[in-house]
């Protein structure tokens, strides 16, 4: 797998893991084994959870990762080299904990923004699909499998993303189509099915629940840069 630059590898305990270098411009690696020993029995479940939550390496595989920072928490670890043995051992241990805790805090904070973005990528999806299919019978059911999320979660995030329900949307987009189609000469019945409306009396009443008035009564409408008024038929 070809690594990014700035990118941060955790390899969990007993894998195996070699560098292969297939380009001969300079670059810089730290690699930092421990063993969980080190740290105190309290601090290991917490600190060293971020390795033992995937399956493997690919897994826990971060880009970018040096906007948290991390070169320098490592380049601190490297600095105890130059330290007498007695306080070597003891910032050793003080400054893995720091490094382990800021990649806890960085994998915690990008899986949170990942959380937040999936739902937002399926409701745009969603409102694509809709879109594409606004004129056709399209059931939450429907929805539902195809996006692979339950109903009520799919109801849920569609809500958040954009403050309605999904019937709500295509009823709206439905009479925004067919009032577009009954500017372009179309009859309101004619509209109506084009739309997606099995019956006129729905469209009727969705009309004028959002416009104010039937479809059929004068109103003014933007056309050619002008306001004029029409009556549709």
Do not use: W
């Not at 948290?68 to 330290?83: D, H, K, P, S, T």
């Not at 999806?125 to 009520?152: C, M, P």
């Not at 006129?200 to 004029?228: C, K, L, Q, W």
Request: net charge positive.
């Amino acid at each position: 797998m070809c690594r990014k630059p700035n990118s941060l590898l955790l390899i969990s305990p007993n894998v195996f893991h070699g560098a292969k270098v297939e380009s001969d411009r300079p670059y810089e690696r730290f690699a930092v084994h421990f063993e969980a020993a080190i740290l105190r029995p309290e601090e290991r479940d917490l600190l060293l959870s971020p390795f033992h939550d995937a399956a493997g390496p690919e897994d826990i595989y971060f880009t970018d990762a040096d906007r948290f920072g991390l070169r320098n928490y490592v380049e601190q670890l490297v600095a105890c080299a130059g330290m007498s043995d007695d306080l070597r051992d003891l910032s050793l241990r003080i400054r893995l904990g720091a490094l382990l805790s800021q990649l806890l805090h960085m994998r915690r904070t990008i899986h949170r923004a990942e959380g937040e973005e999936r739902p937002r990528q399926t409701v745009e999806r969603i409102i694509g699909y809709l879109n594409a299919h606004i004129a056709e019978d399209v059931s939450l059911d429907e929805l539902s499998a195809l996006f692979f999320v339950s109903k009520h979660h799919l109801n849920k995030i569609f809500r958040k993303a954009t403050g309605t329900t999904v019937g709500n949307y295509v009823i709206h987009k439905r009479v925004a189509l067919a009032r577009q189609l009954m500017m372009q000469g179309e009859t309101a019945s004619a509209a109506s099915l084009s739309a997606g409306f099995g019956h006129y009396s729905s469209f009727f009443r969705a009309y004028r629940n959002i416009y104010g008035h039937a479809p059929t009564e004068r109103e003014t409408m933007p056309m050619d840069g002008e306001r004029v008024n029409r009556r549709f038929r």
